[in-house]
């Protein structure tokens, strides 16, 4: 549609042209002495439109010509840049693709402007450590780090390094990209699990507390991060009453309830002598949650009170009546007493309920207490195939 819109015009401005010379009286007197030249005035219009046309376009020449070397030098390099683009395009397609091998030596060797360089020498480097190719791999990080990408390879170093339980070697890493962006979530994540890694329970608490604030941790994950940087802190305040005692009272409620920070605090009190306070720790958290290592923990404990704790055990009976770790567990505390014939009943009704090698073994030791040496020696038996049945 141009194009005729275009030839339309020519055709107008020709007519208009060829009706101005037909009917134009004017004309022009070109004289240099001894010739004398006479021209249309239209003509004269023309040959100067003409000129000034033609001196333009010879111009435009000239100028083309000049720069030829450059306009060259321009299309060589446009050429050379669109092949790199096309093989990095294609270094990242055979990243997403799981061909590690064909992207190691595609981004590995790739060479470009300077930000996009170190970020195919990171990816290398991640497919090189899918290869399990430990010296490329620290080439290629070595290399983006030197191109600017400090950051994402020192983030993917501290993440080898754990994948490889080097929990010491990605610290150093990590130390190092927190120069660069301290308060950065993967960073934290990924320090959080090396502390935890090398038991640094306190600092892995700390970074639990901020990543939790931050809302960059799922529900479920941080709450048995929790568990764990809760349980591990009493065990390792055991050896400090004070200490202890300071850290169990700032535990929020719901986790002192929790079977795995109560074992460990009940543990924990126990080593101190605190053996009263365990009991409480266990009494409330059964009293939440039926648990039942919690129960065998409970019949470990030697509380100022022996009779409260069988009250207490034979009140979760009523609700428990055929749990089988509760009545050893009742054995255990009848045994300490030395109230044999409950002990005894009690024994013989969890082995009814489910058969253990530590209850054949507790019935083997009554029996050689009261002198029937061949039954005992029966239950040893008993209690040897348990084991090697499991």
């Not at 004309?27 to 001196?55: H, K, N, Q, T």
């Not at 070397?69 to 096309?86: F, W």
């Not at 970074?207 to 941080?222: F, K």
Request: contains cysteine.
């Amino acid at each position: 549609m141009r194009w005729l819109i275009s030839l339309l015009i020519v055709a107008v401005l020709a007519v208009a042209l060829a009706m101005a010379g037909r009917y134009d009286p004017g004309y022009v007197v070109l004289v240099y002495p001894p010739w004398r030249m006479e021209i249309s005035f239209i003509g004269f219009v023309l040959a100067v439109v003409g000129m000034v046309v033609g001196g333009i376009v010879l111009l435009r020449l000239a100028m083309l010509t000049l720069n030829l070397p450059g306009i060259v030098r321009e299309q060589r390099e446009r050429r050379a840049a669109r092949k790199r683009d096309e093989n990095f395009v294609g270094g990242l397609r055979a990243y997403a693709e799981y061909r590690y091998q064909d992207a190691e030596q595609s981004l590995g060797q790739w060479l470009g402007d300077e930000p996009r360089i170190g970020l195919a020498r990171v990816l290398a480097a991640r497919a090189a450590q899918e290869m399990r190719a430990v010296a490329q791999r620290e080439r290629h990080i070595q290399e983006a780090t030197e191109h600017g990408a400090e950051l994402a390879a020192q983030l993917f170093e501290a993440e080898a390094r754990l994948d490889a339980k080097d929990a010491t070697a990605a610290l150093v890493a990590i130390n190092r990209a927190k120069e660069i962006a301290p308060q950065h979530t993967a960073l934290l994540r990924l320090e959080l699990k090396a502390r935890q890694m090398t038991g640094q329970w306190d600092e892995a608490e700390r970074l639990l507390d901020a990543l939790i604030r931050s809302n960059a941790l799922e529900p479920g994950v941080a709450a048995q991060s929790r568990r764990m940087v809760y349980a591990e802190n009493l065990k390792r305040r055991a050896e400090d009453d004070r200490g202890l005692l300071e850290y169990w009272k700032k535990i929020p409620a719901d986790f002192k309830a929790d079977p795995w920070v109560a074992r460990a605090g009940a543990r924990a009190f126990m080593q101190r002598g605190g053996h009263d306070t365990a009991l409480d720790v266990l009494e409330t958290a059964l009293g939440r949650e039926w648990n039942e290592e919690l129960v065998t923990l409970y019949g470990e404990v030697r509380g100022s009170s022996p009779t409260r704790q069988i009250e207490q055990a034979e009140k979760w009976l009523h609700a428990q009546p055929r749990d089988a770790q509760l009545l050893l567990t009742l054995t255990q505390l009848c045994s300490v007493q030395q109230l044999w014939g409950k002990a005894q009943s009690y024994l013989e009704a969890s082995l009814a309920i489910a058969a253990s090698a530590d209850g054949h073994i507790r019935m083997a030791e009554l029996k050689n207490q009261s002198g029937q040496p061949g039954e005992a020696c029966l239950h040893y038996q008993k209690a040897l195939a348990l084991c090697r049945a499991q």
